[in-house]
């Protein structure tokens, strides 16, 4: 079964960091880009930034910039999102998805079941 299997949100509080991982199971993650999106309570789901395949990150929301980092583990098929600094209007729910190429990452690329980042003191 083609999945992807996220771990690593949780409560942390203002100013912290997390780590967040975004595995492949089923298929090889190294070829497709992986894009990273937050829905907050109450709001639709936006997208955050996307790694592509060729390892580039692209930070689509201001706020992230020079706060998170992105890489991959190829032997492990597991992509990380580390974040940084973390404010509370960084809480909600963090998805992967993986396609190929940045511009096809979307409704119909592979998604992760979501992880919960509360950032509270």
């Known amino acids: 079964q083609v999945q992807l299997v996220q771990s690593g949100g949780g409560l942390v509080e203002p100013g912290g960091s997390l780590n967040l991982s975004c595995a492949a199971s089923?298929?090889?993650?190294?070829?497709?880009?992986i894009g990273w999106f937050r829905q907050a309570p109450g709001r639709e789901r936006e997208s955050i930034l996307c790694?592509?395949?060729?390892?580039?990150?692209?930070i689509y929301e201001d706020s992230m910039k020079g706060r998170a980092t992105v890489s991959r583990d190829k032997a492990k098929d597991t992509v990380y999102l580390q974040m940084s600094s973390l404010t509370p209007d960084d809480t909600g729910v963090y998805y992967c998805?993986?396609?190929?190429?940045?511009?096809?990452?979307?409704?119909?690329?592979?998604w992760g079941q979501g992880t919960q980042v509360t950032v509270s003191s």
């Open positions: 998805a993986a396609d190929f190429g940045c511009h096809n990452v979307g409704q119909g690329s592979v």
């Open positions: 089923g298929f090889t993650l190294n070829y497709y880009a």
């Open positions: 790694f592509s395949e060729r390892d580039v990150t692209n």
